[in-house]
């Protein structure tokens, strides 16, 4: 068996980098740190202001079926490198938005709309159809992007609104796609053709179900409904882990670091679970990493002590390390690459939905309890929840079939 991981690694880095400077990863891991400033400066509620990722992540919705579309008539690279450039723009105007809310809102869109195409269904679309031996480990290697921007971002967001303030961080944020990953993907993404490639190689990539077919399917409506609560649970803890933990004393840089915590945690998940999957049945180690947010999330629940809070943030950093790498590998497996993109764009509109409300939902929990308590005894339903559904996926199928 060749190596695909050694042939193809400049491949995988500059996707790991373009998904760090993704629009789906860089507005959600930044904004925990801006959160505070921004609502202090202009005296909005926390909940008002989180809707900014209902507009950026939630705006996907409509985006990345789109964008599953494009990809396959225009290439992943361009969608690439035209997205990298369109979120630097949004993170600039974000920087000049004034003290009217719906500026901001109108910004985060851009985000999504100008950013779309950096939205994980281009690297993934690029990874199943490089690597085939290899793909589960290789997704995870890639996907660990998600994994260094949560140990970085909020890190590098408190540091310039600290240092500089809330307008600057923007600035600096926008520095990251134009400067960094820009050029990056420019030189080593280049993705093989469906047309290359080695004889089984080819048949894999040229059979598969079409999106009609799939989603007559009750595995296509278990995998989606099971992505929406894993995705509603953790991008509602996420965005307000800063501040739920800044509210129990902890201060902002400790907070910031157990989110530091929670992304390296995501990168052991993906890399352990990408291996895993190559190997194992894949539904069940997706259960088993899920399971692990329950503790976490229920220690959080007790308002833990610093120390906790970073074992609660690994717990849940290795199961979301699972989450993005399993919905790529689940759908290639079960649905086929023939028209990957336009089914895994569906399935990304499912997260991209729970992405964008379920950051303000929490948030608005906190505005009328003053705790975040109810709102992660939800999330810990939501992972219970999923757990359960992924098992009921059954068997990979034999030739796609349609069952």
Same mark, same amino acid.
């Given at each position: 068996?060749?190596?695909?991981?050694?042939?193809?690694?400049?491949? @995988?880095?500059?996707?790991?980098?373009?998904?760090?400077?993704?629009?789906?990863?860089?507005?959600?891991?930044?904004?925990?740190?801006?959160?505070?400033?921004?609502?202090?400066?202009?005296?909005?509620?926390?909940?008002?202001?989180?809707?900014?990722?209902?507009?950026? *992540?939630?705006?996907?919705?409509?985006?990345?079926?789109?964008?599953?579309?494009?990809?396959?008539?225009?290439?992943?690279?361009?969608?690439?490198?035209?997205?990298?450039?369109?979120?630097?723009?949004?993170?600039?105007?974000?920087?000049?938005?004034?003290?009217? /809310?719906?500026?901001?809102?109108?910004? !985060?869109?851009?985000?999504?709309? @100008?950013?779309?195409?950096?939205?994980?269904? *281009?690297?993934?679309?690029?990874? *199943?159809?490089?690597?085939?031996?290899?793909?589960?480990?290789?997704?995870?290697?890639?996907?660990?992007? *998600?994994?260094?921007?949560?140990?970085?971002?909020?890190?590098?967001?408190?540091?310039?609104?600290?240092?500089?303030?809330?307008?600057?961080?923007?600035?600096?944020?926008?520095?990251?796609?134009?400067?960094?990953?820009?050029?990056?993907?420019?030189?080593?993404?280049?993705? %093989?053709?469906?047309?290359?490639?080695?004889?089984?190689?080819?048949?894999?990539?040229?059979?598969? @179900?079409?999106?009609?077919?799939?989603?007559?399917?009750?595995?296509?409506?278990?995998? /989606?409904?099971?992505?929406?609560?894993?995705?509603?649970?953790?991008?509602?803890?996420?965005?307000?882990?800063?501040?739920?933990?800044?509210?129990?004393?902890?201060?902002?840089?400790?907070?910031?670091?157990?989110?530091?915590?929670?992304?390296?945690? %995501?990168?052991?998940?993906?890399?352990?679970?990408?291996?895993?999957?190559?190997?194992?049945?894949?539904?069940?180690?997706?259960?088993?990493?899920?399971?692990?947010?329950?503790?976490?999330?229920?220690?959080?629940?007790?308002?833990?002590?610093?120390?906790?809070?970073?074992?609660?943030?690994?717990?849940?950093?290795?199961?979301?390390?699972?989450?993005?790498?399993?919905?790529?590998?689940?759908?290639?497996?079960?649905?086929?690459?023939?028209?990957?993109?336009?089914?895994?764009?569906?399935?990304?509109?499912?997260?991209?939905?729970?992405?964008?409300?379920?950051?303000?939902?929490?948030?608005?929990?906190?505005?009328?309890?003053?705790?975040?308590?109810?709102?992660?005894? !939800?999330?810990?339903?939501?992972?219970?929840?999923?757990?359960?559904?992924?098992?009921?996926?059954?068997?990979?199928?034999?030739?796609?079939?349609?069952?």
């Amino acid at each position: 068996m060749n190596n695909e991981l050694s042939k193809n690694w400049m491949l @995988l880095f500059a996707a790991s980098i373009g998904l760090i400077c993704s629009s789906i990863v860089l507005p959600f891991y930044s904004v925990g740190a801006l959160v505070v400033p921004i609502t202090t400066e202009f005296g909005w509620s926390r909940a008002e202001f989180q809707l900014v990722i209902l507009f950026s *992540t939630g705006a996907g919705v409509i985006t990345a079926p789109i964008v599953g579309i494009l990809l396959d008539r225009i290439g992943v690279r361009r969608m690439a490198l035209s997205g990298l450039f369109g979120l630097a723009i949004a993170l600039v105007i974000a920087s000049r938005s004034g003290g009217e /809310l719906w500026l901001f809102y109108l910004a !985060y869109s851009f985000m999504a709309i @100008l950013g779309a195409g950096t939205i994980p269904v *281009t690297w993934t679309r690029a990874v *199943t159809a490089t690597f085939f031996q290899q793909r589960g480990l290789a997704l995870g290697i890639m996907l660990s992007g *998600t994994g260094i921007c949560a140990i970085v971002i909020p890190q590098y967001t408190v540091w310039l609104v600290e240092e500089f303030g809330w307008r600057e961080a923007y600035l600096g944020l926008a520095a990251l796609p134009l400067l960094f990953a820009g050029p990056l993907v420019f030189l080593f993404f280049h993705p %093989v053709l469906i047309d290359s490639g080695e004889p089984e190689e080819k048949t894999e990539m040229e059979s598969g @179900l079409t999106l009609a077919e799939a989603i007559v399917g009750y595995r296509f409506w278990l995998l /989606l409904l099971s992505i929406f609560l894993i995705y509603t649970a953790m991008s509602g803890i996420v965005p307000n882990l800063i501040p739920s933990l800044t509210d129990q004393g902890i201060q902002p840089q400790r907070a910031a670091t157990v989110i530091s915590v929670f992304g390296l945690s %995501v990168i052991a998940g993906r890399l352990i679970v990408g291996y895993l999957v190559d190997h194992y049945w894949a539904p069940g180690v997706a259960a088993i990493a899920i399971s692990l947010s329950v503790a976490g999330s229920l220690i959080l629940l007790v308002e833990p002590v610093y120390v906790l809070a970073c074992f609660a943030g690994g717990l849940l950093g290795f199961a979301a390390g699972a989450e993005l790498d399993l919905m790529s590998f689940l759908a290639a497996k079960y649905f086929g690459l023939l028209h990957y993109s336009k089914i895994y764009s569906w399935l990304y509109a499912a997260l991209a939905m729970a992405s964008g409300i379920a950051p303000s939902l929490f948030a608005s929990v906190y505005d009328k309890t003053g705790n975040y308590s109810v709102g992660f005894i !939800y999330c810990t339903v939501c992972f219970c929840t999923s757990c359960v559904l992924l098992l009921f996926l059954g068997r990979y199928p034999d030739g796609f079939d349609k069952n």
